[in-house]
């Protein structure tokens, strides 16, 4: 049975720091592309980053560029995302997701999602 558990979130004032973890377990973990997304209130799922199964390739959406770092350690069975500079428009649920193919997930399609995690960022 594939789980994927989120960590992390929490509360945090604009211009602040957080770093998420997603804990992969029953599944070949560096096999699999991971990726990050987030979900406001009333809004669709959003991409935000992926990586590639050995680390090796990284792709962001515009709207974190910059601010956000994606990066695993296969050691571990563990994704994070680095959130620098927060804005009040990231806060969102924000999920993990493994995939067998890196292109799937900026189209958010992913074969196994974790159960999300709350990052609220108050101005």
């Known amino acids: 049975q594939v789980q994927l558990v989120e960590s992390g979130g929490g509360l945090v004032q604009a211009g602040g720091s957080l770093r998420l973890s997603c804990a992969g377990s029953?599944?070949?973990?560096?096999?699999?592309?991971m990726g990050w997304f987030r979900q406001a209130a009333g809004e669709e799922r959003e991409f935000v980053a992926a990586?590639?199964?050995?680390?090796?390739?990284?792709y962001y959406s515009a709207s974190v560029k910059g601010r956000f770092t994606i990066s695993r350690d296969n050691t571990k069975k563990t994704v994070y995302l680095q959130m620098n500079n927060l804005k009040p428009e990231d806060t969102a649920v924000y999920y993990c997701?493994?995939?067998?193919?890196?292109?799937?997930?900026?189209?958010?399609?992913?074969?196994?999602w974790g159960q999300g995690t709350q990052v609220t960022v108050s101005s």
């Open positions: 997701a493994a995939d067998g193919f890196l292109r799937d997930l900026p189209s958010t399609r992913a074969d196994y």
């Open positions: 029953g599944l070949t973990f560096s096999s699999y592309a």
């Open positions: 990586i590639s199964g050995g680390g090796a390739t990284t």
